[in-house]
């Protein structure tokens, strides 16, 4: 049972435009969420967070968007640069449980020149 | 920013022999850290989550007893493949969660790759 999706395998990006990766999840007592960046044979790392109480948090470049009624959230990268080209893992999970994470399927961004 | 490192970053072992894996803190303290696995093109599946002095605590479905952990100290936690067999190859992660800091700062190590033949 996949409790956090991201539908698109895979996402192609001209340098310079809006990058939208999206995540839907079912589980409503999840109530924080983080996107993670991955490149090959390397651990994640931690992009940006929101808590359940926003419904948007920015910063520079990455602004994650919050849909509590749909389950969805989606990760915003303006303008898109070469070196965002990576898997984007979304994250989700919830207080009380030590900070345990569930992981999407990841998003192979690729932002072309 | 926070390092977490592991060791090795590759193996290739023959069935039926153990293998040891090391996590390491190298700049901060984590009572907690978490065990991952990843198959090709898969997600990220939490394996266990170690506390530093106490027994780890398995996901469902996963095996304590051919997975041993180890947390001995507040920046070492080690996972032991016992056993290992051709199934149990893929990339093993692990995180740790820096002490007393929000559930978003969970550092991860840069994986290790098992290869069992």
């Known amino acids: 049972d996949q409790q956090v999706k991201q539908n698109s395998p895979s996402l192609s990006v001209q340098e310079g435009r809006i990058s939208i990766l999206n995540c839907d999840y079912t589980?409503?007592?999840?109530?924080?969420f983080l996107w993670y960046k991955k490149y090959p044979a390397e651990g994640p790392t931690f992009l940006i967070s929101?808590?359940?109480?926003?419904d948007k948090n920015e910063d520079g470049r990455f602004t994650v968007f919050l849909n509590k009624s749909a389950k969805h959230l989606s990760l915003h990268i303006v303008p898109s640069q070469p070196g965002d080209s990576a898997v984007y893992f979304c994250a989700a999970g919830y207080t009380g449980t030590a900070s345990k994470l569930t992981f999407g399927t990841g998003t192979r961004l690729q932002v072309t020149l | 920013g926070a390092v977490v490192s592991q060791h090795p970053s590759r193996v290739i072992c023959k069935s039926g022999t153990s293998v040891k894996i090391e996590c390491r803190s190298l700049?901060?303290?984590?009572?907690?850290m978490f065990w991952y696995r990843q198959f090709p093109k898969k997600s990220l599946m939490l394996m266990a989550t170690s506390n530093e002095g106490s027994k780890a605590t398995y996901e469902q479905g996963v095996e304590k007893d051919k997975f041993l952990i180890n947390h001995a100290s507040l920046t070492l936690s080690t996972l032991t493949v016992t056993s290992a067999h051709p199934e149990d190859s893929s990339f093993y992660i692990c995180?740790?969660?820096?002490?007393?800091?929000?559930?978003?700062?969970?550092?991860f190590g840069p994986g290790t790759r098992l290869t069992v033949l």
């Open positions: 700049d901060f303290q984590a009572t907690t």
């Open positions: 589980n409503s007592m999840f109530d924080y």
């Open positions: 929101i808590s359940s109480i926003k």
């Open positions: 995180s740790a969660l820096a002490s007393g800091r929000a559930p978003d700062t969970q550092y």
